[in-house]
């Protein structure tokens, strides 16, 4: 409580001070000013002073930094292709205007009266500029949707109107169509709309789908008298009967699209194993990718690629054998219910077409965690044990990894069957052809719909691994033996294709 006005220190200064704040506050009594200090009424106004300021809008959590992981694959977007400009309603220009005098005048009305006509005779009249479209491109200097989730609208811009002073004369023009709206995503996008039908899937640099068509231009109208709208419809149809023509003149409006865009990358072997396994490391040996190594678990948060380069024992071919990999984060037991992070980024290995089980040999049990993640992927999509697949005993440069590597290969051996020779190998068409009839969630988190002989599949019924590698990344240890196998099946599923 704040007292605004305080007890003045003398009378003539309270009632000299005659401004409309003390007149009103204090009164003076019938213009009569007591020199009795005693009988001076002192009035306070107690108010309460409000501290809280204007209350700003709740900022969302700055979870895009904190947990980028969450939001780099998926996002929905609202586009707006740019509404149509207007035409307008003109009128015949005065014929019987006084005759001109001069030569350049007589020139100028001559071009004047020479309007824009098609082959037929008829009048051109000029039309709205066309709304901007909004197309969505795959470019490859982008590798992730996280910016979609700070703007998330996008607005094509209207099409110009017809710049018409109320006149037909030669010299109008249509208006300006507006440019396309070019939103670049990342190659690898599916942009389906918001819970509906696949729009396109944007695997290559370069590929893009119209999501929004921009509105028509509205047409020009002739406004004539009655007595003279017969002879002029026999130059022009654009003739205004009524005022309720006047709508054609307006431009159409443009389309609004809500539009789901999900990332899978695009790689041609995927590592999948557990925490810790030594996936990131693999990858930084192998490519010249850089992730992030340290030796506690989810160091991968995001989906890393690499650039394998091509087989040298094939001369000039080499440069047509290189393979994308794609480091993937760790898989828990307990995935598909959601601990660890999940397994909603398992959809980045649709587009795969050689799976890599990076497994710690030096592990307590190595066996079970293969088949823990072995166990993941089915749950997932039964489709991913049907691809060709290497397993990798990483750390064999510690001794107890070294000593039982033999039993190990011995029993990963035993967890399947020979692959039938007639059984066609997933080809990158074949993975990028699940896109359109999977079913399942938006978000990918779900799998298809899964056929009784697939639900009914053990671990050991899928096809055994093509090659069981044991190397010591970190060492340098048979890396190359490594790289020799990945190649091999890569050229299995080139050949299947």
């Given at each position: 409580m704040v007292s605004l006005i305080s007890p003045p220190p003398s009378t003539s200064y309270l009632f000299r001070h005659k401004s409309s704040f003390y007149g009103t506050v204090l009164p003076e009594r019938f213009g009569q000013v007591s020199q009795n200090l005693n009988n001076i009424r002192y009035y306070a106004i107690s108010c309460r002073l409000s501290t809280r300021a204007k209350e700003s809008p709740a900022q969302k959590p700055n979870t895009l930094i904190k947990e980028p992981h969450k939001y780099f694959d998926q996002v929905i977007i609202t586009v707006r292709s740019g509404d149509g400009g207007h035409g307008a309603v003109l009128n015949m220009p005065d014929q019987r205007a006084s005759k001109p005098q001069g030569k350049h005048e007589k020139e100028k009305l001559r071009r004047k009266s020479l309007f824009k006509r098609d082959f037929g005779g008829s009048l051109i009249l000029?039309?709205?500029?066309?709304?901007?479209?909004?197309?969505?491109?795959?470019?490859?200097?982008?590798?992730?949707?996280?910016?979609?989730?700070?703007?998330?609208?996008?607005?094509?811009?209207?099409?110009?109107?017809?710049?018409?002073?109320?006149?037909?004369?030669?010299?109008?023009?249509?208006?300006?169509?507006?440019?396309?709206?070019?939103?670049?995503?990342?190659?690898?996008?599916?942009?389906?709309?918001?819970?509906?039908?696949?729009?396109?899937?944007?695997?290559?640099?370069?590929?893009?789908?119209?999501?929004?068509?921009?509105?028509?231009?509205?047409?020009?109208?002739?406004?004539?008298?009655?007595?003279?709208?017969?002879?002029?419809?026999?130059?022009?149809?654009?003739?205004?009967?009524?005022?309720?023509?006047?709508?054609?003149?307006?431009?159409?409006?443009?389309?609004?699209?809500?539009?789901?865009?999900?990332?899978?990358?695009?790689?041609?072997?995927?590592?999948?194993?557990?925490?810790?396994?030594?996936?990131?490391?693999?990858?930084?040996?192998?490519?010249?990718?850089?992730?992030?190594?340290?030796?506690?678990?989810?160091?991968?948060?995001?989906?890393?690629?690499?650039?394998?380069?091509?087989?040298?024992?094939?001369?000039?071919?080499?440069?047509?054998?290189?393979?994308?990999?794609?480091?993937?984060?760790?898989?828990?037991?307990?995935?598909?219910?959601?601990?660890?992070?999940?397994?909603?980024?398992?959809?980045?290995?649709?587009?795969?077409?050689?799976?890599?089980?990076?497994?710690?040999?030096?592990?307590?049990?190595?066996?079970?965690?293969?088949?823990?993640?072995?166990?993941e992927l089915r749950m997932y999509n039964p489709d991913y044990l049907e691809r060709p697949y290497i397993v990798v005993l990483n750390k064999i440069d510690l001794p107890e990894a070294k000593d039982r590597l033999p039993s190990l290969t011995e029993e990963i051996m035993k967890l399947g069957v020979d692959r039938p020779s007639s059984e066609p190998e997933m080809s990158s068409t074949g993975a990028v052809q699940q896109l359109s009839s999977e079913g399942g969630n938006a978000d990918g988190s779900s799998p298809r719909v899964l056929t009784k002989d697939k639900k009914d599949k053990d671990i050991e019924d899928y096809p055994r691994p093509l090659a069981i590698v044991g190397v010591s990344v970190l060492k340098g240890i048979r890396v190359d033996e490594m790289l020799k196998e990945i190649r091999a099946g890569l050229r299995k599923c080139r050949g299947a294709n």
């Open positions: 000029p039309v709205g500029g066309h709304g901007g479209d909004v197309v969505i491109y795959a470019d490859e200097g982008k590798d992730s949707l996280l910016e979609f989730h700070t703007k998330n609208r996008y607005n094509a811009k209207r099409g110009g109107n017809v710049a018409a002073m109320g006149v037909l004369t030669a010299q109008l023009h249509d208006g300006l169509s507006a440019p396309t709206l070019r939103i670049p995503v990342p190659p690898g996008t599916v942009v389906k709309r918001k819970r509906g039908t696949l729009l396109a899937d944007l695997a290559r640099p370069g590929d893009e789908v119209l999501v929004a068509r921009g509105g028509q231009g509205g047409i020009s109208l002739v406004e004539m008298p009655e007595h003279s709208r017969k002879k002029l419809m026999a130059l022009t149809t654009n003739v205004m009967r009524d005022d309720s023509d006047k709508v054609l003149a307006v431009g159409q409006p443009g389309e609004e699209v809500s539009l789901e865009l999900i990332l899978r990358v695009v790689a041609d072997v995927g590592l999948v194993g557990l925490p810790n396994a030594g996936k990131s490391t693999l990858l930084s040996a192998t490519t010249l990718a850089r992730p992030d190594i340290a030796d506690y678990p989810f160091t991968t948060l995001m989906p890393n690629l690499g650039r394998l380069d091509g087989d040298p024992s094939l001369g000039p071919q080499m440069y047509s054998s290189e393979a994308t990999l794609a480091d993937l984060p760790g898989l828990i037991e307990g995935a598909h219910l959601g601990k660890g992070l999940g397994r909603n980024f398992l959809r980045h290995l649709r587009r795969t077409r050689l799976l890599v089980h990076v497994v710690d040999a030096a592990a307590e049990n190595p066996v079970n965690d293969y088949r823990t993640v072995k166990e």
